[in-house]
């Protein structure tokens, strides 16, 4: 019986010594070799498969080699609405491929061009993304290796506005896209200005990138300016002009330097002065309010300062104000209106005294003979103008003002009052200048050697001279020790201590025979003791509050440390004496930590207090991957402990019930919890899962019972009443808001919908991007889900963080 062979052959299955170009004759050779009688036909189209089959690998794999050369000087530079890229072709074969990284994500071809082509504009970029730019040559199925890597921001301001007017400054702001990276430093915001005269910009201001404000104080009265800011990018690029070319507008104000004043001389007739603005043609026009309630002028000049309203009827008020118009003004400036009886008090106070007092103070007393007033009201007069700096109770005859500054002149002068619209005439008016010198700063010091070194830490005022003071003891008199005048520009010396030393210092100001004092500075010659129980509480897996207990009162503040388990140790914070606590919000999710606690004064360093953790693994919940727009809020709340993993679901789509709000706010603005109740939530009871969340937010303002001691702990929140929260939580803990302008909210069609006494809060978490609304509305009535609750509140913790 005549035997045949079938042959069983992978052509993907070669001995990894067997290059593939020899794969034909690999494949002759073993059919030989196996003793196999084909007939030629078949071995040659076998060894023409696998010639095929070679091919089709080598057009479906790029080879790299050196055959091709990446482009030379590949730079990238970003301009007003590009970026454009530019190099040189190192080799003339094949195409120049563009790779880009957006935020710093996986590389993207995004354009091949001829090699006569050496330079590109990539125009599909967005406002505050992060680019990364390659490039390398293609030839078919080679490819070189790529050119360095380019690293770009596109980045420009928005929404700018004039947020305040006054007469001596205007106040500018900004804002940039949400979640932008750090920038560089090379890249500046550039602030340019134009009056309404001049047709030319010129640039007056240059600030870091990531600054939102500036506050212009080069500006003239009664002046209409123009401003407009743009992005300086790197190799003298720039972006374009915002809000356009032309710019926004404003004019300033005329400062009214005088109120106006009055008193009634007799019960028909009315004294009424005011101070003439110190700007030449400058008129005034005093106007009375008639039956009507309208302002009628009853009296213009440009140079008298005083009227006599005659011909009035007894015990009756009047109420007048006076307007300014300054040259070349285009509206008139009006003082507060006042109110003037037709009532006596004959007398002015009498025999004014000032005199100079230290720590910044001038006191003032006067003599009164009459009773029937019922106050006084003290005027001072600085460089900004007339101002009323007191309103005293009857029988007073002195005060001491404690707003002054060295080197300032003041005008003071008093009247007496009945209620508030009877008035005496003035004192005599009384000049003083302030010259005690300013009080120092506490000394400073640092130790070696055996020695103490003590320093100012301000430099010596002309015409001052700075004396360091020292004593053992508060029974002891204080000692001169060093001298030191304002051309050796600061007070430094050193003297020996040891470990049973203890001095008190502090400098002595001298301007004549005027002397002031800096606060006290205590030394020892020995570190304090080390605090004691040091407890570490593990929030999340990226927190951790420490506490401990200050067991010296030699101690001047704490430093503390935190220790990884390769042995770098970092110094987190130095805290003061009062300080009991911290919170490292830095700490590597998996991570063995030693944290230490060292009390400090000017004597060094004590020993250490420690305690280690083990902070727990990343924990990621399961059904958010849909939602990345909150995705990096979440987590970092997560992170901080502030939301509860349960089941490993967040339900973002879920309704924000107001317990959990209140937990969540709690927690991440760090308010301590405190239980203690005066009364007995109806709806709350103390076993309730929230009750301390919730109790707390009560104590610290952040929500509020109803009349009837109701909380409503499962009531679902609106957007708006998460804001309110937050705000009502900065509020507690004495954070001020930025500042924000109710224009800013008028470009909203639900403008008109928000509460006008909310409209302030809601203007200023806009304007600090913790919230953005649609771009038509805000939409601050409809009910928040807990995913965008956790982006409020992590918008606003990142916002405020600093102040925290």
């Given amino acids: 019986m005549k035997m045949t062979s079938q042959i069983h052959f992978d052509p993907l299955y070669l001995p990894v010594s067997v290059p593939a170009l020899f794969l034909p004759i690999y494949i002759n050779t073993k059919l030989k070799n196996g003793g196999i009688l084909l007939k030629t036909s078949i071995r040659a189209i076998l060894i023409l498969f696998a010639v095929i089959l070679i091919y ?6 790029e080879v790299f080699g050196a055959e091709l050369q990446p482009p030379e000087n590949f730079k990238v530079e970003v301009s007003k609405n590009s970026i454009t890229l530019t190099w040189k072709n190192a080799d003339n074969s094949g195409r120049t491929a563009i790779e880009r990284s957006t935020d710093y994500g996986k590389f993207v071809e995004i354009a091949t061009l001829s090699k006569s082509r050496t330079s590109y504009k ?25 050119t360095s890597e380019v690293e770009v921001y596109y980045i420009y301001p928005i929404n700018l506005e004039i947020t305040y007017t006054a007469d001596t400054y205007v106040d500018l702001s900004w804002n940039l896209p949400a979640n932008i990276p750090e920038i560089p430093d090379d890249y500046k915001i550039e602030i340019e200005r134009r009056d309404s005269g001049n047709t030319k910009w010129s640039p007056i201001a240059t600030v870091a990138v990531n600054q939102l404000t500036w506050r212009d104080t080069t500006v003239n009265p009664d002046t209409t300016y123009y401003y407009r800011i743009k992005t300086d990018y790197p190799f003298e690029s720039e972006s374009r002009y915002i809000p356009g070319t032309s710019g926004i507008s404003t004019r300033t104000t005329y400062r009214l330097d005088t109120p106006l004043w009055g008193y009634a001389a007799s019960d028909r007739l009315i004294w009424l002065e005011w101070e003439m603005p110190e700007e030449n043609d400058a008129r005034v026009a005093l106007q009375k309010k008639n039956s009507a309630g309208e302002f009628v002028t009853i009296f213009s000049s440009t140079y008298e300062n005083y009227y006599w309203d005659m011909n009035l009827e007894p015990g009756k008020t009047y109420t007048y104000r006076l307007s300014i118009r300054p040259k070349n003004g285009s509206s008139f400036e009006y003082t507060e209106e006042i109110s003037v009886k037709t009532e006596q008090i004959p007398q002015s106070p009498r025999i004014l005294e000032v005199f100079q007092l230290p720590s910044q103070k001038i006191a003032l007393t006067w ?12 005027w001072r007069k600085g460089h900004e103008g007339w101002a009323l700096i007191a309103d005293l109770p009857k029988n007073t005859q002195s005060f001491v003002d404690s707003g002054v500054k060295s080197g300032e002149t003041y005008i003071y002068k008093i009247r007496a009052k009945r209620d508030s619209t009877v008035f005496s005439p003035f004192s005599r008016q009384e000049e003083i200048q302030y010259l005690y010198p300013d009080t120092p700063s506490a000394p400073l ?42 051309k050796d520009r600061y007070l430094m010396t050193s003297i020996p201590f040891t470990k049973d030393t203890q001095y008190q210092l502090r400098i002595r100001a001298n301007r004549g025979n005027l002397i002031s004092y800096s606060p006290i500075l205590d030394f020892t010659g020995t570190p304090p003791n080390k605090p004691e129980t040091l407890n570490a509480e593990v929030i999340g897996y990226s927190r ?3 506490t401990w207990k200050n067991s010296d009162d030699k101690a001047r503040g704490f430093n503390i440390y935190r220790v990884s388990e390769g042995g770098e140790r970092k110094l987190l914070i130095n805290c003061g004496p009062d300080e009991i606590s911290y919170i ?4 590597q999710p998996g991570a063995k930590y030693t944290y230490e606690v060292a009390a400090v004064n000017t004597a060094g360093e004590s020993q250490k207090t420690t305690i280690t953790v083990n902070i727990p693994q990343k924990l990621m919940f399961k059904d958010i991957s849909a939602y990345g727009w909150a995705q990096e809020a979440i987590d970092n709340l997560l992170g901080k402990g502030v939301l509860d993993y349960r089941d490993g679901n967040f339900y973002p789509q879920a309704a924000m019930s107001k317990a959990e709000a209140s937990r969540w706010i709690v927690k991440a603005f760090n308010i301590g919890y405190n239980t203690q109740v005066l009364y007995t939530l109806n709806d709350l009871p103390p076993g309730h899962a929230y009750y301390r969340d919730m109790v707390s937010a009560i104590n610290a303002g952040i929500i509020h019972p109803d009349n009837t001691d109701r909380i409503f702990p499962g ?17 507690y803990l ?34 600090s991007g913790v919230i953005l609304g649609d771009g038509k509305k805000l939409n601050l009535s409809g009910k928040v889900s807990r995913a965008e609750a956790a982006v409020i509140i992590y918008r606003a913790l990142n916002r405020y963080k600093a102040f925290m």
Wanted: proline content about 3%.
């Fill in 56 to 61: 089709s690998f080598s057009l479906s794999m």
């Fill in 122 to 146: 990539d125009t599909m970029i967005g406002n505050g993304d992060v680019y990364i730019y390659r490039a390398r040559t293609k030839d078919g199925s080679k490819a070189s290796t790529y």
């Fill in 367 to 378: 003599d009164f003979t009459i009773d029937n007033e019922s106050g006084f009201e003290v």
């Fill in 445 to 486: 010091c640092y130790t070696g050697d055996g020695f103490i070194t003590i320093y100012s830490d301000d430099e010596v005022p002309e015409n001052t001279v700075y004396t360091l003071e020292y004593r053992y003891g508060i029974n002891d008199e204080w000692k001169d020790l060093k001298k030191a005048s304002h």
């Fill in 544 to 546: 951790v509050r420490l």
């Fill in 584 to 587: 490292d919000d830095t700490p």
């Fill in 715 to 731: 009531n679902t929140l609106t957007r708006r009443d998460v804001l309110i929260m937050i705000n009502n939580a900065l509020n």
């Fill in 734 to 767: 004495g954070i001020p808001l930025v500042e924000g302008s109710d224009e800013i909210l008028r470009g909203y069609s639900d403008y008109y919908d928000l509460n006008p006494g909310e409209r302030h809060i809601i203007a200023s978490f806009v304007r």
